[in-house]
């Protein structure tokens, strides 16, 4: 079927008549096709996004059911979330105006999507099988990113500050299996190479205020990783003559030979 033949059927489409946003939008690619005798790119690609969302086992756009699926989606989803405060917005609108954006029609499909019975039930499973090992890889990646805004800013203070909660799985993977978190990890779980009493000194390379110190390993793991490179592992020092710990990371130390 050619370009006018599928224009002109998208606009005589009952389905989308009940769209006044979208009818009126097919009829204007309709008419810049009988104007011009193409589209461009762009133009295209929306009569086979028209064409999709208006086949006959699309869901049903016209304003009384938007507001029924709104209203059906919202209440699987979290309360207070971005798509709940979303979802009540165009609600809203869907009452007042009776109209959609484009947009708003694209984000809804993708919470619908995010909130079907398969995706719930998927996360439900995921939920029941998060392991306390994986909740400490989460806690080291997100001190890592708290400690280096602005990135996943929001989604390491929920995992640091919110007592019980468990990440969908999209954002444990995302936190936690990226390069700059894989060398926090491998760092964080490490064996440490100076046990607790080991003698230490600082290297050349230790930071002002470090070199030049011989002391003993007090703790190892004393504070979270926030460096994504190898050999930072964070350990208490207790140098002698002082009465201070400091700390130091696994690469800036050595064997003490004293």
Same mark, same amino acid.
Request: hydrophobic share 35%.
């Given at each position: 079927m050619?370009?006018?033949?599928?224009?002109?059927?998208? @606009?005589?489409? =009952?389905?989308?008549?009940?769209?006044?946003? &979208?009818?009126?939008? !097919?009829? *204007?690619?309709?008419?810049?096709? +009988?104007?011009?005798?193409?589209?461009?790119?762009? %133009?295209? @690609?929306? @009569?086979?996004?028209?064409?999709?969302?208006?086949?006959?086992?699309? =869901? &049903?756009?016209?304003? &009384?059911?938007?507001?029924?699926?709104?209203?059906?989606?919202?209440?699987?989803?979290?309360?207070? *979330?971005?798509?709940?405060?979303?979802?009540?917005?165009?609600?809203?609108? #869907?009452?007042?105006?009776?109209?959609?954006?484009?947009?708003?029609?694209?984000?809804?499909?993708?919470?619908? $999507? %995010?909130?079907? &019975?398969?995706?719930? !039930?998927?996360?439900?499973?995921?939920? $029941? #099988?998060?392991? +306390?090992?994986?909740?400490?890889?989460? %806690? @080291?990646? !997100?001190?890592?990113?708290? !400690?280096n805004p602005p990135y996943y800013a929001d989604l390491a203070r929920s995992v640091l500050h919110t007592e019980g909660f468990i990440p969908t799985e999209k954002q444990y993977r995302t936190l936690t299996e990226n390069k700059y978190a894989a060398k926090v990890l491998q760092a964080h779980f490490a064996a440490p190479a100076f046990p607790v009493g080991s003698k230490v000194a600082a290297r050349a390379n230790a930071p002002y205020g470090l070199k030049g110190k011989k002391g003993f390993v007090m703790k190892t793991d004393a504070k979270p990783v926030t460096n994504a490179a190898r050999g930072t592992k964070v350990y208490m020092i207790l140098p002698i003559g002082e009465a201070t710990p400091v700390f130091c990371e696994e690469r800036h130390l050595k064997r003490g030979r004293f």
């Open positions: 050619n370009l006018r033949k599928r224009l002109n059927a998208l @606009v005589a489409n =009952p389905r989308i008549q009940n769209a006044k946003r &979208d009818h009126d939008f !097919a009829k *204007s690619l309709l008419a810049y096709y +009988e104007r011009t005798g193409r589209l461009t790119s762009g %133009r295209k @690609v929306w @009569v086979d996004r028209l064409e999709e969302r208006y086949a006959e086992d699309a =869901p &049903d756009n016209s304003d &009384d059911a938007l507001g029924a699926r709104i209203e059906a989606v919202r209440t699987k989803v979290a309360e207070g *979330s971005w798509d709940h405060n979303f979802l009540g917005s165009v609600l809203e609108q #869907n009452r007042s105006r009776g109209e959609l954006s484009h947009r708003q029609l694209e984000i809804l499909e993708k919470i619908e $999507s %995010r909130h079907s &019975d398969e995706m719930l !039930a998927r996360r439900e499973n995921w939920a $029941s #099988n998060y392991t +306390e090992e994986m909740a400490d890889r989460m %806690r @080291v990646a !997100a001190e890592y990113y708290a !400690a």
